[in-house]
């Protein structure tokens, strides 16, 4: 059986944007869910949930220099490109030329 290490932490969700938010807000029984701004709500039974607002995308933009435009991808897709550079931050990794015995799993839920 191979070993594995996990030596870095990456999270975005509605209760921090960052691991220290996250973890921070967790501790002290803060909640995530909060009135929805990015939707119309009018016609919903619904108007409240865990939404992610205000990312920081210029960080994301200059490490991925010209290889992407974090304008032209969709919302779940920039999460999970900020979550893995905060875990490689995290674990103090360089952003590229990472070899081949490095990986980044990803995780999301609904549930």
Request: hydrophobic content about 45%; cysteine-free.
């Amino acid at each position: 059986m191979s070993q594995i290490v996990i030596s870095g932490l990456g999270v975005v969700t509605s209760l921090g944007k960052n691991l220290n938010e996250f973890w921070d807000g967790l501790m002290n029984g803060r909640s995530g869910i909060r009135p929805l701004t990015r939707m119309k709500t009018d016609d919903l039974q619904v108007t409240i949930g865990g939404e992610i607002s205000d990312l920081d995308l210029e960080a994301l933009q200059g490490d991925l220099g010209d290889l992407i435009d974090v304008r032209r991808i969709d919302w779940a897709t920039r999460f999970a490109l900020v979550a893995a550079r905060e875990a490689l931050l995290d674990a103090d990794l360089p952003l590229t030329n990472l070899g081949t015995r490095v990986a980044v799993i990803l995780g999301s839920g609904d549930r």
